[in-house]
């Protein structure tokens, strides 16, 4: 196999060289690196990028993911390297530990790579233009987002600067930008990765998942992530099936339901044309589909923001200046007032527009008087949206949507409306209050030549499903080939 394009090649492809000798962990890191070279001063995928420094180069050949490299967002935590969730106020922070997914990779034999990749800070985003290293760029069209929160790691993969990556998704982080970057992204269950060493944004949302070229390396990657951990109380103890198994399966007789409520007004016509070509195809290879609804799907963008922003106020209140991150200089007299200037020069100086916005909105969320007017609510309306999914999964196997509803757009196009922001994630967020897994997959190209995502969502636990029939579309479709000529 020549050396010089291993950037681009699969986990599966790139591991049948390392067993027969043909490459090295090495050759893969320098093939990587020469890439992000050329194309990462317009890219940005990275962060504090100096070159792609690996902790770990000889591959140990009993190992199942011997010398394959892998990419993390920067809000997993990997022992002695700089992760700061792409914010000022944890500059310089490096954590005395690795996630568990981390240790996990390793004890597979992968290598992880020291350099971070880009995100919106505290996964506060859907366009990683809030990284206070600045934005990430499409490869498909560099005036355009990648996505967010975790933009870097789609971006890294969809550039060939990396092979695999990691991302975390709290309402589509993973998914809204693989389906920008046209590559895979899978949100699994909540409870089925361990979240412990990723740091949190909102704790009952958050999950770790993979990033990847194909769907066959998404599903291998899961193997090795999932599972117990009794340093996360919310990981749950039920047993992971190997899910490249679930490769190669017939999907005649599948039935997958078509929810009314993701195919209205706001929906991009190009991505709705090119959706229903898509649920054509899986018709063609034997699915059964009828349409649905899910009554409560209008609630669930403020049900998300009131929810999700009330955990975001109470896990970045750690963030203070006091024990790791930045520590501003205090200039009061008097010790008392020292600590409480010190405090909000910190998080002040810290702490970019959209963290403040939403630390805000959580506070007042949980304040006196407002608590049961919102929270509480919400936490209620949480509820109903997961019974619609309940209802539906009783009788269907799965559920087809779009991931966004629209393609990437320019960089700078929302910076100024948080609300037509937050709207970018509208398909994705059911998955992340209902907690079910959910993955992307590209499904065609629009005029302009940007990828746009299929949603496929399953039953709890049932990321076999989802893997069945992203797999066998994939095998059918010629999306996930394409390549951006950058």
């Given amino acids: 196999m020549p050396t010089s394009d291993l950037n681009t090649k699969t986990v599966v492809q790139l591991r049948s060289s390392l067993v027969s000798g043909d490459i090295r962990c090495s050759d893969i890191i320098t093939s990587l690196e020469e890439k992000a070279r050329r194309t990462e001063a317009e890219v940005k995928a990275y ?16 190992k199942p993911l011997s010398g394959i490299p892998v990419s993390v967002k920067d809000n997993i935590c990997t022992e002695g390297e700089n992760t700061e969730c792409c914010s000022k106020v944890l500059a310089g922070f490096q954590p005395p530990y690795d996630a568990t997914v981390i240790k996990k990779l390793r004890e597979a034999g992968a290598v992880i790579l020291g350099t971070k990749t880009n995100m919106d800070e505290f996964a506060f985003g ?11 760029h499409n490869p498909w069209d560099l005036d355009r987002v990648v996505g967010g929160s975790s933009g870097g790691s789609a971006a890294a993969v969809a550039s060939d600067e990396a092979i695999i990556a990691l991302g975390s998704d709290t309402g589509g982080s993973i998914r809204q930008p693989a389906s920008f970057c046209g590559v895979v992204g899978l949100k699994p269950t909540y409870g089925r990765v361990s ?26 990657c899961m193997n090795f992530i999932s599972g117990r951990d009794p340093h996360d109380s919310t990981c749950a103890e039920i047993e992971v099936p190997d899910y490249t198994k679930s490769l190669g399966e017939d999907i005649k007789g599948v039935k997958a339901a078509i929810p009314k409520e993701y195919f209205v007004e706001g929906l991009d016509p190009q991505v709705k044309s090119i959706l229903y070509e898509a649920i054509n195809k899986l018709k063609g290879l034997g699915v059964d589909i009828a349409s649905v609804s899910l009554p409560h799907t209008e609630y669930a963008v403020p049900v998300y923001y009131i ?22 200089e205090d200039k009061e007299q008097g010790a008392g007032n020292r600590l409480v200037s010190m405090y909000k020069k910190t998080r002040g100086e810290g702490f970019g527009d959209e963290a403040k916005r939403r630390v805000l909105l959580g506070t007042f969320s949980l304040s006196h008087g407002y608590y049961d007017a919102y929270y509480l609510r919400a936490l209620k309306v949480r509820t109903l949206i997961k019974n619609d999914f309940g209802a539906v999964f009783g009788d269907y196997d799965c559920i087809i949507t779009p991931t966004s ?8 196009e929302k910076s100024n409306d948080p609300l037509k922001m937050y709207l970018s994630d509208i398909y994705t967020i059911s998955a992340n209050l209902a907690g079910i897994p959910a993955i992307s997959v590209p499904c065609g190209f629009t005029k302009e030549g940007l990828p746009v995502g299929l949603q496929i969502l399953a039953k ?18 010629p999306w996930h080939k394409m390549k951006a000529k950058i």
């Fill in 47 to 62: 962060v504090r990028f100096d070159g792609l420094k690996a902790s770990i180069y000889a591959p140990q050949d009993d």
């Fill in 126 to 136: 859907s366009s990683t233009e809030n990284s206070c290293f600045g934005p990430s």
């Fill in 195 to 220: 979240r412990y060493g990723l740091i949190a944004f909102a704790s009952s949302l958050d999950q770790i998942g993979p990033i990847t070229k194909d769907v066959g390396d998404c599903a291998l």
């Fill in 307 to 328: 929810i999700a922003t009330a955990e975001a106020s109470s896990n970045l209140s750690r963030f203070d200046g006091v024990q790791y991150g930045l520590r501003a």
């Fill in 405 to 412: 509803p629209s393609v990437a757009f320019r960089i700078g």
């Fill in 460 to 477: 709890p636990f049932d990321e076999s499903t989802l893997f069945k029939i992203a797999y066998a579309y994939e095998q059918s479709t």
